[in-house]
């Protein structure tokens, strides 16, 4: 029967590690590309001559993908922690310390002088790109004890940094001290699996984004109440 023509199938996990092209980082005089890996490793290769440039290693995972900050990249990882290097050889110029108690797996947003990052402990930190200081942080309580991914990724819209949390909302907090501007819930009346992990986007003034209760949802950036 067909129950006994089962055959095991390969296990492929996802793997989320990207990478960033830095212009005019390589000593080729060509661009760099930095790549975040999982063996808690972050190199930077040349893409003229393939060389490898530099290799940083990281307490934790790296899945996020890099962000450049003027001549500088900031790499976010499992750990919790966020460093900001030098494209040109590497060079830390500041670790934080873990942000509490979950990984980071969504890349920063930057907004001037400011990077938003989000863990999967629920939690949404303002980090000045300058000094890697924390400036305020903002934390959302667990709806479940079971979670599917946590947190959203951060977007930054105007004087908003919104994101998605795993209790099922999406929040816009003020950029400049984290006081809550509004909050959608698109959880409804679920109780698990509520999940808004999709990193918001914008296209012509509507915030998309997806939560398990709902699927994709679309806001106005005006008035979030119209969905």
Known sequence: ??????????????????????????PSGG??????????????????TGELVWSVATLGANVAAPVRVGNDIIVASLDGTLRRLSARNGRALWTTEPL????????????????????????????????????????????????????????????????GT???????????????DWAVNLAGDAEEFVDVDATPVISGGVIVTAGYATGLVGLSAVDPAFQ
Do not use: C
Not at 31 to 48: C, F, K, N, Y
């Open 1 to 26: 029967s067909a129950l006994y023509d089962m055959r095991e199938v390969e296990y492929k996990p996802m793997e989320r590690g990207e990478g960033a092209l830095i212009a005019a980082g390589a």
């Open 31 to 48: 661009e760099l590309l930095v790549l975040p890996g999982r063996d808690r490793s972050v190199r930077a290769i040349d893409t003229v």
């Open 100 to 163: 509490g108690l979950g990984g980071i797996i969504e890349r920063p947003a930057l907004d001037g002088e400011r990077l938003f990052v989000t863990t999967t402990d629920n939690r949404l930190f303002a980090i000045s790109a300058a000094t890697g200081e924390r400036l305020w942080d903002r934390r959302r309580p667990h709806r479940a004890e079971l979670t599917i991914s946590g947190q959203a990724g951060a977007l930054v819209v105007g004087e908003r940094v919104i994101t």
């Open 166 to 180: 795993s209790d099922g909302l999406v929040v816009a907090y003020a950029v400049t001290d984290g006081a809550t």
